[in-house]
């Protein structure tokens, strides 16, 4: 097996990649690396290796990530980003230990993630998560119901509303990414977007392709996820 290190490269190659064929600069893509159901060891090596962003879907388990890596040089620095769904009741702690919410759905999670911000703290940076395939089943906000949710969570005093998250599904055709990426353009310059994150381990060169400037690799860097997952 390829150690984390490798792993890392080979993404940052195929970001590198993607990005030429789009005629943009590897550097307008940042990665965040998906450490779900990963221990905190294998984040050490991944932040040793020069990784700064992690994503986690798991509150309770980021916090005890957060709580092993306290004293650990190598993970000096890193920037979390709460990738998963976000409960009413788990707002508090998010909003006091994360640097980043990508999953905001809606204003009263916005509310109360402004709310519990520190004073001390640089705003909280959010994304608006967008259901772009219009599923009934998948979380986020239709794409309709976008720029009123962008309103109320630019007002907030302490967040950042950055842009845009999505999940496109498997196999989504160019069109599903165009199209949020149409929508992310489309509010740009009202909202002082800066941020389209879309693009995972199977899909990050279709993302990039079509807009994305922050994929979310999991996969591909730390290898395959067990099944069994941890309650959030
Ligand atoms: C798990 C997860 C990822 C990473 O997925 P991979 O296919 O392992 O790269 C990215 N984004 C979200 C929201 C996830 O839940």
């Known amino acids: ?25 590897p550097e307008s ?6 450490s779900k159901t990963h221990g905190a060891p294998l984040v050490a090596e991944a932040s040793a290796a020069g990784q ?3 994503g986690e879907n798991y509150v309770q388990e980021a916090l005890d990530k957060m709580d092993a890596l306290r004293q650990d040089e190598n993970a000096r620095g890193i920037e979390w980003h709460l990738v998963g ?9 998010v909003a006091a230990r994360f640097d980043w919410v990508q999953s905001v759905e809606s204003g009263k999670i916005a509310r109360r993630l402004s709310e519990a911000r520190l004073e001390a703290q640089a705003p909280l940076n959010v994304l608006l998560q967008v259901n772009v395939s219009g599923e009934a089943t998948k979380s986020g906000v239709m794409p309709g119901e976008v720029r009123s949710l ?7 005093p302490r967040l950042r509303l950055r842009g845009l998250m ?12 165009r199209e949020l990426n149409d929508l992310y353009r489309g509010l740009q310059g009202e909202f002082g977007f800066d941020t389209l994150s879309m693009g995972m381990t199977d899909d990050m060169e279709q993302a990039i ?6 994929v979310r690799i999991g996969t591909a860097i730390f290898g395959a996820r067990q099944k069994i997952r941890p309650a959030a």
């Open 85 to 93: 769904p976000l409960q009413s009741n788990k707002t508090r702690v």
């Open 209 to 214: 392709a079509q807009g994305a400037t922050m």
């Open 29 to 34: 893509v940042t990665l965040v690396a998906v």
């Open 52 to 54: 700064r962003a992690f």
């Open 150 to 156: 962008a309103a109320e969570v630019k007002a907030l």
């Open 166 to 177: 999505a999940i496109p599904e498997p196999g989504a055709d160019a069109a599903r990414y």
């Open 1 to 25: 097996m390829r150690s984390i290190h490798d792993n890392l490269q080979a993404v940052r190659d195929r970001i590198a990649r993607a990005a030429a064929a789009a005629a943009r600069r």
